[in-house]
């Protein structure tokens, strides 16, 4: 892999939910931009998708803050979105064309001492479009664009039925991004509560791929000055949800 086949490396931590507070105090003048989300991922019962490596998620915001102002969506609002995502993928195998498309990236995920590469295609979509689907009143599919159903099919070998993939979720999400003056990068982080109450938290921060060694340095000397032993593990967002729905 060629760092220039990557758009970008995200670095991500998995953190002890009550780092939370710990987080909330250091950024609380600081946080300028949140979203809540609710959160679905769209497979077949026995996950076949995801142990094709295929990921196909949807986000509908519930409620958005920017610059301290309050937005609340509304149903027809093309701010939520629709994921499908392939991941490993080896960046060379990309046709030019995806590469092209508004939405499409390819990135390396960086957790812990797990690193692979990903490339998602993602669209706007409307909540009320997401949430009749989940609420089966229309297909699964419909929600994604024919570009999208196309880059699926290219990269991925025996697909399953598509009318046998279904609705898994809700997953509560609340994103915040802030900036610390005492570190050069933007940081994400992410609470995702399970229904059965579990919350997983993680943090996160965007880097060209030719910054990626010293960021990744510089990201866990800095989350060790405030919450030093706070990470909880090597566990995604994606495998945190799926795992409940497993059982």
Request: proline share 6%; aromatic share 12%; net charge positive.
């Amino acid at each position: 892999m060629r760092l220039d086949q990557l758009d970008s490396v995200e670095i991500k931590r998995v953190l002890q939910p009550e780092v939370g507070l710990v987080l909330a105090e250091r950024f609380k003048s600081q946080l300028h931009h949140q979203r809540h989300w609710e959160i679905y991922f769209y497979d077949t019962p026995q996950m076949e998708l995801y142990n094709r490596g295929v990921i196909l998620r949807s986000r509908a915001v519930t409620l958005q803050v920017r610059k301290g102002a309050l937005w609340l969506p509304r149903g027809g609002d093309r701010a939520s979105d629709v994921t499908v995502k392939l991941r490993p993928i080896k960046p060379s195998v990309l046709d030019p064309y995806w590469r092209s498309c508004h939405g499409f990236k390819v990135e390396l995920d960086w957790g812990h001492n797990n690193r692979v590469v990903s490339a998602s295609y993602t669209t706007a979509q409307c909540r009320k479009n997401i949430r009749q689907v989940n609420r089966s009143e229309a297909p699964v599919m419909s929600l994604f664009s024919i570009n999208q159903l196309n880059y699926l099919s290219q990269y991925t070998v025996a697909l399953p039925a598509l009318d046998t993939v279904r609705s898994f979720g809700p997953i509560y999400a609340r994103c915040w991004k802030t900036k610390d003056p005492a570190f050069p990068y933007r940081i994400t982080v992410e609470q995702w509560c399970r229904p059965d109450g579990k919350i997983l938290l993680e943090v996160s921060i965007k880097a060209p791929p030719t910054e990626m060694l010293t960021a990744w340095e510089n990201f866990n000397d800095y989350l060790d000055l405030f919450c030093p032993d706070a990470m909880r593990g090597q566990e995604t967002k994606t495998q945190f949800a799926l795992q409940y729905f497993l059982t």
